[in-house]
């Protein structure tokens, strides 16, 4: 019994000291330490002994058990914190670690312009209005005193809409200008009024690098008692100062728009070159800007203004060509053509 003993004491030490895993401990538990196993079998001998030998093989069965018992659980404790910390590994970050960068998008050039206009028209009391980009003949044309005999109306330059619009206001067009807007806003709204239409209008044109068949105005409309172009071209040079950060030289040409008598174009002096002449400016010193005029009285009329008691004057620019003038864009198309490679620039 004595020799039996010392035998299963030292192999299921080693047994122990060979534990790798949770799964070896179980097998151990099963083959010594449960009901079956090796060490209750002794138990089971240890009855069949003659009373004389019985204390002594009780007492050294009961140390050994004892021994191997603390041994069993001394590695098991240890093979569950070895388990615990491979977990902890596993989930370990590091956090001083840098972030991964988040893909914020962010607000196209032309919305960002036309934010930076709005914001100055608003400082000089300017409200911003809205309006339908699919419109009627009557907005669009007629009202604004453009008459069915006018160019722009040709299939080459508008889009006419295949619907049946309201018969008494024509067929539909996309508008072909923020003007219609100008119209909308007196009759709803009368004199006096001060306002800025930024909006998409739509052109039956061929694209090439400085036209697209869609593309963003800037319509202003400014009605009340004794106003005059001097005004204008106060809040235009105080607009473009603004927005260009210094002071921006501004100056009128005569030209003509159906809806605006005496009408004219306002040009700039080239912010690129000076005035020195070069390509933008065409070697004029001057930039195209806008055109504009005093609103015309069949217009006032229409938008159901008294022309005795008001007058006003009316202008409408591109959005578009003032955010590539602004940022030196030479191509149109790359403003639309979602090239996130162009647009992350700005
Ligand atoms: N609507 C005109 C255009 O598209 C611009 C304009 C607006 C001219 C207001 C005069 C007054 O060309």
């Avoid at 209005?129 to 722009?152: C, K, Q, R, T, W």
């Avoid at 619009?165 to 007196?186: A, C, K, N, W």
């Amino acid at each position: 019994m004595q020799e039996k003993l010392s035998h299963l004491r030292t192999e299921v030490e080693s047994a122990i000291k060979s534990v790798k895993s949770s799964a070896d401990l179980e097998v151990i538990q099963n083959k010594y330490f449960s009901r079956k196993g090796e060490i209750a079998l002794m138990m089971q001998e240890l009855g069949k002994l003659s009373p004389e030998e019985k204390p002594k093989a009780g007492q050294l069965l009961n140390e050994t058990k004892k021994h191997l018992e603390a041994l069993f659980e001394e590695k098991s404790q240890k093979i569950r914190a070895d388990g615990m910390a491979a977990e902890l590994e596993k989930e370990w970050v590091d956090v001083t670690a840098p972030g991964i960068p988040y893909k914020a998008g962010h607000v196209h050039p032309i919305s960002q312009v036309q934010y930076e206009v709005e914001e100055i028209f608003s400082s000089m009391g300017f409200s911003i209005e809205d309006g339908p980009e699919v419109e009627s003949e009557y907005y669009n044309f007629e009202s604004l005193n453009i008459p069915a005999s006018h160019p722009a109306r040709d299939m080459q330059d508008t889009f006419f809409v295949d619907k049946e619009g309201d018969s008494e206001l024509g067929r539909l067009v996309l508008r072909t200008q923020t003007s219609p807007v100008q119209m909308r806003t007196m009759q709803t709204k009368g004199a006096p009024l001060r306002i800025i239409v930024p909006g998409r209008v739509f052109r039956n044109e061929a694209t090439d690098a400085s036209h697209d068949a869609t593309f963003y105005q800037v319509e202003g409309l400014l009605i009340d008692e004794n106003i005059s172009l001097a005004h204008l071209k106060g809040v235009m040079q105080e607009f473009l100062s603004k927005l260009f950060k210094k002071n921006v030289l501004v100056r009128f040409r005569p030209g003509y728009f159906p809806f605006v008598e005496p009408g004219l174009e306002m040009d700039f002096a080239c912010l690129i070159c000076n005035q020195k002449g070069c390509r933008v400016c065409k070697q004029s010193g001057w930039v195209e800007f806008m055109g504009a005029g005093m609103v015309h009285p069949n217009v006032l009329k229409a938008g159901k203004i008294d022309s005795k008691k008001y007058q006003g004057w009316a202008f409408g620019f591109g959005l578009t060509r003032l955010v590539m003038m602004k940022y030196g864009i030479t191509d149109i198309r790359l403003l639309f053509g979602a090239d996130t490679r162009f647009l992350n620039q700005f």
